[in-house]
């Protein structure tokens, strides 16, 4: 699967991850390979990226919407805090 996350000024991330959990709205939920076509609100947290062979990323973003779509997920936040 490929990973995006922007912000209205930059791409933060971009890659081939294997599993993204996102701060939904009603919850955090998980996306793995061949997940239904999606479209959610996020709230403040963390992205968690679990990658092919890296280990896990996190990315704490300030509320934002996830699109999943034919193994592409693209996460559009307001922001990415350290």
Request: no cysteine; hydrophobic share 45%; net charge negative.
């Given at each position: 699967m490929t990973l995006e996350i922007l912000t209205p000024d930059k791409k933060v991330?971009?890659?081939?991850?294997?599993?993204?959990t996102v701060p939904g709205t009603?919850?955090?939920?998980?996306?793995?390979k061949d997940h239904a076509p999606i479209i959610s609100t996020l709230e403040d947290g963390p992205?968690?990226?679990?990658?092919?062979?890296?280990?896990?990323?996190?990315?704490n973003i300030k509320g934002g919407v996830v699109e999943v779509l034919d193994n592409k997920i693209i996460v559009l936040a307001e922001a990415v805090v350290a």
């Open positions: 991330f971009e890659g081939e991850v294997t599993a993204v009603l919850g955090s939920f998980q996306i793995l992205v968690i990226i679990k990658g092919n062979s890296n280990g896990e990323e996190i990315f």
